[in-house]
């Protein structure tokens, strides 16, 4: 888990709560772990996002989320990593636009196999999604 700021960790955690009003909550059931809580897991692993079919217990799509802070070989050797090669579900990882290049160069450098959404907030403060 990344060690960030309280405003960084504050947008983090509203980046998730807002993710999930942008997602299939048709289809899918979505379980958060936003901060340092462990509402959901997948073994010793808590991914920001877990996505399941509605009604079963097979887990589909995790959605990682990170900060400007929190991209860097740190954090994508002890957690990308381990997320894309331990859970077997489609791996997300939900970064600042203005990141994305960066987060793309680690994961490459890594052989990180990932899907990229990006975040942006725009000038009244709302947070637009792209997913890749």
Excluded at 2 to 11: F, G, I, K
């Amino acid at each position: 888990m990344a060690n960030r700021n309280p405003y960084t960790q504050s947008l983090h955690d509203r980046v998730i709560n807002e993710a999930v009003k942008h997602l299939n909550q048709t289809d899918f059931d979505i379980y958060t772990n936003p901060g340092s809580l462990k509402n959901a897991g997948i073994g010793d692993k808590y991914p920001d996002i877990i996505m399941t079919e509605k009604g079963k217990t097979t887990v589909k799509f995790i959605i990682e989320v990170e900060t400007v802070d929190s991209i860097n070989i740190t954090e994508a050797t002890d957690q990308w990593k381990k997320y894309s090669r331990e859970i077997s579900a489609t791996f997300y990882l939900m970064v600042p636009s203005e990141r994305k290049n960066l987060a793309q160069q680690f994961c490459n450098q890594l052989g990180i196999n990932v899907r990229f959404a990006t975040f942006q907030i725009d000038r009244l403060n709302n947070i637009n999604f792209n997913f890749e």
